[in-house]
């Protein structure tokens, strides 16, 4: 048997998001051999693969990388939670290491490139540590303390084929900062130089469909050269038939070509949005845009970046180094007409290279002035009722028609300069053209050349300058591309919950004791402090309230404390350590939140309940309905759980939504609960309900409430009265609400 099981990765081998500054790893990569061998950075289809994760927790120890499990999946679309084949490379991503899914026999390992895992029929995975004869070191992923030596023969009856081996990549340090950093960290350029075969492949068909096109030409010159003066028909035929058969290769050639490229297309488009969704749901809120419109018109700038390179624009550009092909045949055939051409080619290039400051400014114009249109369009849409409440549709449609119109006129600009350039191109090609017909007929007078050579030269004039036309276009969406690249390298810039590289405390077990020291916050880094707070603390497992009139920041305390955004200036412990060194999933999983404006997600009912969890049997989501008062949704509805909702909650009143926000609290069974106005829009029926249930479940959770309702105040023991983002007094309820009698508008009855 052949065991050549290693050769150098190709473009397929592994998805590689290397961290910035991490170089390539020193492993080689590994590929069977023979008829068995297959590369391919998909899953095979065909492979019952079960949850990979705690195989890849092996994988890590095995190769020095440790990791957490929240570290390696946080964000990631787990299929029902387990960690699938198609996700094992972005996870290992995130602990350095470079993994390729190869098919092949064990018996073809190499021990060199060992630790790898082994694929099992059962969809388990094995830890293959060494090979010696015709044994086998195997760790089994639920046992890591325990190695295994097993008959290689018995090891592959139960091998589905599939072996995932990994290489670790260098760590990351910046100890060099940006000193000869490798652009292949770049998270758009990386993608591009991963498919760089593929574009390899592609220059190899544009040469093959080039120099087939000759083939046409030389027919021409030969026919009128040849055939026609002696009335050679078997000469014509033979010539005929040779050429037809170039133009059908040439034609497929082009269509494979083609077929590469929307490949090519559809990989860039996947891997890409997710990375950029994946960076938009990672970025810390203080680095979120305030208007969703322009910024989801901004990320949908990908598609106008990924259409430059897998579009007709690599198929021109494939085409151009060729026109020196073309050039020198004519030069062969035609002698001094070469330089009609030569000639001709500034006359249609620096016409489109003076355009680029325009086309360039236009662009810019035409981004920002689109993105701010569709922000209109989604608020205007998002805020339906309201529009029409005030009678405001005048305003939104002034607004919306104001922004078309510089839409309309930046494209209408952009499409004349590149119209223009198109059209001046075009004439060039065609006086191009005459003028090769004068010259030849000066030479043919000359006896320099033959008639068929002068037609000859004339159709490859057209094939050495018909890539060169094309290029205003070009042009054009090579400005647009580069508008829409720097708009996404600012969002791929911006800060992330979990930065590359950044390894947290791993803290599973929180109690919920907060401590704040000198915390200072604002939203804006050019205005002012919303919240200043010198010093505070919560202890774990007590119930506090948040009192305070409007605006005076109780929002934004219980927004910190959920850990959801990070103070500008001092910090915030929980449980002795400072909540940004603590894992965010650790928080999450923690912490509940309940914002004052609930907002529920287009889907069912059971949909809505399960975001963010897993394994949850129909009676518990019916029990977290009933805990929050909303089991008339499901009860009184045909469909039950499969009850459907509108974006946002669209049909359901506001303590509806707030009940269903109180469902899902309950289901993550958290530490702290934080809750903001938790019973502002309910009845009062339906509120005293929700009391009496949150005080029998709050004991032994760190609870902190903001409310202005006095019922609910008979939830916890102390409260914390905010005044202008300050603490204005802290102490038992009692007393505050002494202290506070004379003035009735910070407390209400319900």
Known sequence: MNTNWFRKPSRADAVDRRRPGAA??????????????????????????????EALLLLCVLYNRPATRSELTAGLPLEDGRLTLELFPRAAARADLRVYVRRGKLSAIKPQHLPALAILSDGTAVALIDREGQQCQIIHPEHTNDEELVPLSSLEAQHTGVVIFAAPLARSDDRAGTYAADPASHWFWSEIA?????FVEVGFAAALANILAVFVSLFAMQVYDRVVPNLAFATLWVL???????????????????????????????RLSSRIFEQVLGMRLQSQPTTVGAFSSQVRELDAVREFFTSTTVGTLSDLPFVFLFLTIIWLIGGPVVWVLVAAIPLIVLPGLVAQWPLSRMSRQQLRQGAVRN???????????????????????????????YVSRNSMQMHRLSSMLRYLAMAVQQGTYVMIIVVGVYQIAAGNMTTGAMLATGILSRRALGPLTQLSGIFSRWQQMRAALKGLDAIMRSPIDRPAGRRFVHRPRLKGEYGIEELSFRYDEAGGPIAQIPSLSFAAGSATALLGANGSSKSTLLKLLAGLYQPSEGRILLDGTEMRQIDPRDLRKAIAYLPQDVKLFYGTVRDNLMIGLEGREDEELLEALKFAGAESLVRDHPLGLDRKLGEGGAGMSGGQRQSMGLARLWLRDPRVVLLDEPTASMDHVLEMRIIENLRAWLPGRTSV??????????????????????????GPVEGILAALSPKSDTTRRA
């Not at 069977?32 to 990979?52: I, Q, R, W, Y």
């Open 24 to 53: 390539a790893a020193e492993k080689v990569a590994p590929q069977t051999a023979g008829t068995e061998s297959k590369v391919s950075n998909e899953p095979p289809a065909d492979v019952p693969v079960a949850d990979l994760l």
């Open 240 to 270: 005929a038939i040779g050429v037809m058969m170039a133009i059908a290769i040439e034609a497929v050639v082009r269509m494979v070509r083609a077929n590469l490229m929307n490949t090519v297309g559809k990989r860039m488009d996947r």
């Open 375 to 405: 922000g209109v369009l989604i608020e205007a849409l998002s805020s339906a009722e309201t529009v029409k409440a005030l009678q405001g549709e005048g305003r939104f449609q002034q607004l919306l028609e104001e922004y078309t119109v």
């Open 194 to 198: 991963g498919s760089k075969w593929d």
């Open 705 to 730: 409430i903001a409310t202005h309702r006095q019922p609910v105040l008979s939830l916890v023991d102390h409260a914390v009265v905010m005044k202008n983002g300050c603490p204005a007094a802290v």
